[in-house]
């Protein structure tokens, strides 16, 4: 496997999502809200979402020239949208938000990860 021929707009794209991520949680949007609570994730806690996903557009934006730091920043978001779905599961919390929100970043986060390691 040749790191180095790895496509960048995976990681690209998940970057800008996740950044679109962070600007709505800073003051969280209503459908944000709503998911959280329906978790039951503490409130106090809600601010170290935002620190991990700028954590990992760090990691992928980095990646884009060291490839090892996007691969493992790819499976952590990966890991944490697993962990989300997890968490819904767990909650019962199975309405929309965990079909669209949580699984679709589960979903595109796996993509991603795969067509980056395909190459």
Not at 20 to 40: N, Y
Not at 98 to 113: E, H, K, T
Request: glycine residues 8%; proline residues 4%; aromatic residues 14%.
């Amino acid at each position: 496997m040749n790191l180095e021929t790895a496509p960048s707009w995976p990681s690209i794209i998940l970057a800008i999502i996740l950044f679109g991520d962070v600007i709505l949680s800073i003051r969280p949007a209503h459908f944000i809200e709503k998911c959280l609570t329906g978790v039951k994730f503490p409130r106090q806690w809600w601010w170290a979402l935002i620190y991990i996903k700028c954590v990992a557009i760090s990691g992928l934006i980095i990646g884009l020239w060291l490839p090892g730091i996007g691969i493992a920043a790819l499976a952590g978001i990966v890991a944490y949208f697993f962990a989300a779905a997890f968490a819904h599961l767990k909650a019962r919390f199975i309405g929309t938000e965990f079909w669209i929100n949580c699984l679709g970043m589960l979903i595109f986060s796996i993509v991603a990860l795969i067509v980056t390691l395909a190459v």
